[in-house]
């Protein structure tokens, strides 16, 4: 087994988030200030750590980034626990995040689906009902990037060592950052062109 050092763990977390993607990044603003501009719902969802992630990109979203104009509305599909445990409880885990989406998204909106290993079953069932709503899908994965990777419209991967949880999700923290600065420059020039 390797040995942990925490050295070891900044020089490879440096090393992920240095890889990143700014071209999937700029594609990912796109298509939220789109959904801003149309008025449309971004849905947010993941497992364990990347739940809470989802949870803080709503935040960031939401309130952080100091949009003017039409306001940005989104939504975890992780938050309401009468939902996730009636529908764990009746319908099966794997139907948490799917069942939300067939009673809330319309068409045109986006969803985020925020995964290390990118194999999920409860994020893979949602894209069924995307593909029918013509919901945009954004997938941001770690380690190979698993089934996730490849069935998303935007594919936001970090390459990293299988099991590697604790770099993807410090990864998919400061890409979340990124966003939000990004949505913030953005509403600095639309208040300057007025």
């Known amino acids: 087994m390797k040995k942990f050092t925490s050295g070891g763990y900044v020089t490879n977390l440096i090393s992920v988030i240095s ?10 603003v796109e298509v939220l200030l789109n959904a801003r501009k149309n008025n449309k719902t971004i849905f947010i969802a993941g497992n364990g750590g990347s739940a809470a ?24 599909l992780n938050e309401n626990i009468s939902v996730l445990t009636a529908t764990g409880n009746d319908k099966g885990f794997d ?19 925020i995964s290390a290993s990118g194999n999920s079953i409860n994020l893979l069932n949602c894209l069924p009902q995307c593909e029918k709503k013509n919901i945009t899908t954004i997938g941001l994965t770690g380690f190979d990037g698993g089934s996730l990777k490849s069935k998303v419209n935007i594919s936001l991967h970090v390459q990293t060592e299988m099991g590697s949880y604790g770099i993807v999700e410090d990864t998919h923290m400061v890409v979340g950052h990124i966003i939000t600065e990004l949505l913030k420059v953005q509403s600095a020039k639309e208040i300057l062109n007025g």
Do not use: C, W
Request: charged content about 20%; proline content about 2%; overall charge negative.
């Open 95 to 113: 139907e948490v995040f799917s069942r939300q989406l067939e009673n809330l998204a319309s068409n045109g909106d986006v969803l985020i689906l």
């Open 53 to 76: 992630t989802a949870s803080h990109m709503v935040t960031d979203f939401m309130y952080s980034s100091k949009i003017t104009g039409p306001k940005m509305k989104v939504y975890s």
């Open 19 to 28: 890889s990143v993607d700014h071209e999937k990044i700029n594609s990912i």
